[in-house]
């Protein structure tokens, strides 16, 4: 795992249970790391898990980076539903491993896609919405 290390009231690390290690699976606490570091980790993993819901997967930075690094993400929350229109492309709906009654298959099956950086697009796509949904500019002459 990847991230801030959790601090006591003096702001002394304290250690904390790593979620891998009371599932029995292979793990490490690894603090902050650089970005460079984290792709190196991503391009290594099996597959990754979401805190996040399902209808909210989107909004998450963590799990935009797994996606661009083509990792399968384990969806263990679908309690929260939005109103707006589901936004996933094939993509993404091919690394999220839903867990339902048929979360063992699901897993099994997973696999990693090629990495693809779609941050280029997803900007150019969301400039583009914005002038089209921008009113014009008034222009007077005298």
Do not use: Y
Not at 28 to 40: D, F, K, M, N, T
Not at 79 to 91: K, Y
Request: with cysteine.
């Amino acid at each position: 795992m990847a991230g801030p290390r959790a601090r006591d009231a003096a702001g002394d690390e304290r250690p904390e249970p790593v979620l891998a290690d009371r599932l029995g699976l292979a793990g490490v606490h690894l603090g902050e790391q650089p970005a460079q570091r984290i792709s190196e980790l991503l391009n290594t993993v099996e597959f990754g898990i979401a805190t996040t819901p399902l209808a909210l997967v989107g909004k998450s930075a963590t799990v935009a980076a797994m996606f661009d690094h083509g990792v399968p993400v384990v969806v263990n929350r679908d309690d929260c539903r939005w109103t707006a229109p589901q936004t996933a492309d094939d993509r993404e709906a091919a690394l999220v491993i839903r867990m339902d009654d048929d979360f063992a298959a699901h897993l099994r099956d997973a696999r990693r896609l090629p990495a693809a950086w779609r941050l280029p697009g997803v900007a150019a796509q969301w400039l583009g919405e914005l002038a089209a949904a921008a009113e014009p500019v008034p222009t007077w002459s005298f």
